[in-house]
């Protein structure tokens, strides 16, 4: 399993654009990058997935370089409400009836304030 | 989307009691379901993966014995701390993936975690 590294912890003003990169050097051909939000005493919960070049929601974009060593959550206008840890995540999604084992790093938690 | 239930959603036990944590797939069924912990401030661990109507599968360093974890039905996965310890508090979250979507978004969904207080 490709191993992720993240900044620890973020800070921002309510309003502004965040970007949280994410590395992963040793990706393999088959895994996808997807991003997870977590509030504190939730589990969590899916954002974004891609595989390369650029992806974008209704809540998010990922900017995936050609290279896939690392990707960019993008968060646009983010409020007080996206104060969270973010996780990124490299592995093979599922496309059978069984779902892939998910291996979390360590996150990256997101203050935002006023 | 699909929703995943655990439950209770917080408990608090004295040393050497068992606690049971349950989860559910609330609109699909699910085959495979996962077991994390999470200390606070910490990432989550992965424990188990439940495997319904087989043996679940242990990551390494998590007790079998002590992690009982029992999935008899494609909707329900059961995890049972035996003989619990102050060491055991922790957040604990199941997750789940619905095998009908095709969606990415339903690559896994997490359970609201249940936290668990030894005293």
């Known amino acids: 399993l490709a191993k992720t590294t993240q900044p620890i912890s973020m800070d921002s003003y309510e309003g502004q654009e965040v970007n949280i990169t994410c590395s992963h050097n040793?990706?393999?051909?088959?895994?996808?990058i997807t991003w997870y939000q977590q509030f504190p005493s939730q589990g969590p919960r899916f954002i974004i997935q891609?595989?390369?070049t650029k992806v974008t929601n209704e809540v998010a974009s990922l900017f995936i370089p050609a290279d896939r060593k690392s990707s960019t959550l993008s968060l646009p206008r983010v409020s007080l409400s996206d104060t969270a840890v973010y996780y990124c995540l490299v592995g093979v999604p599922s496309n059978t009836g069984t779902a892939s084992k998910l291996t979390f790093g360590t996150g990256t938690r997101l203050q935002v304030t006023l | 989307g699909a929703v995943v239930s655990q439950h209770p959603s917080w408990v608090i036990c004295k040393s050497g009691t068992s606690v049971k944590i349950e989860c559910r797939s609330l609109d699909f069924q699910a085959t495979t379901m996962f077991w994390y912990r999470q200390f606070p401030k910490q990432s989550l661990m992965l424990m188990a993966t439940?495997?319904?109507?087989?043996?679940?599968?242990?990551e390494q360093g998590v007790e079998k014995d002590k992690f009982l974890i029992n999935h008899a039905s494609l909707t329900l996965s059961t995890l049972t701390v035996t003989s619990a310890h102050p060491e055991d508090s922790s957040f604990y979250i199941c997750?789940?993936?619905?095998?009908?979507?095709?969606?990415?978004?339903?690559?896994?969904?997490f359970g609201p975690g249940t936290r668990l207080t030894v005293l």
């Open positions: 040793n990706i393999a051909t088959n895994d996808y």
């Open positions: 891609g595989y390369k």
């Open positions: 997750s789940a993936r619905d095998p009908t979507s095709g969606r990415m978004e339903d690559e896994q969904f």
């Open positions: 439940s495997n319904e109507g087989s043996k679940a599968t242990y």
